[in-house]
């Protein structure tokens, strides 16, 4: 997730469109709803929770501009990649 000023926020979830739609509300406390990341502007799939936690847990420890790259590679607008997906 990421906001206008292209702040991000890593997490992993069993359901996307309800972390989705509690970042877009701001109804939890915390980083999230503090710095306003309300765009979804990556995400990956893991059938494993054990490999989504892996995965998670290297994505945080790397540093910022390698982040954003990830994020370049594979959406380089930036577009909300829930636009018309997880709707409820």
Do not use: C
């Not at 892996?54 to 954003?68: D, G, H, L, N, V």
């Amino acid at each position: 997730m990421s906001n206008p000023a292209g702040i991000t926020y890593g997490g992993m979830t069993n359901d996307i469109a309800r972390r989705v739609s509690e970042h877009k509300s701001g109804v939890l406390p915390g980083f999230a709803r503090k710095h306003g990341t309300k765009k979804l502007v990556y995400y990956e799939e893991f059938q494993y929770v054990e490999d989504a936690i892996a995965r998670e847990k290297q994505i945080k420890s790397w540093r910022k501009e390698k982040k954003r790259t990830l994020i370049r590679e594979l959406n380089p607008k930036w577009d909300d990649l829930s636009e018309g997906r997880f709707e409820e």
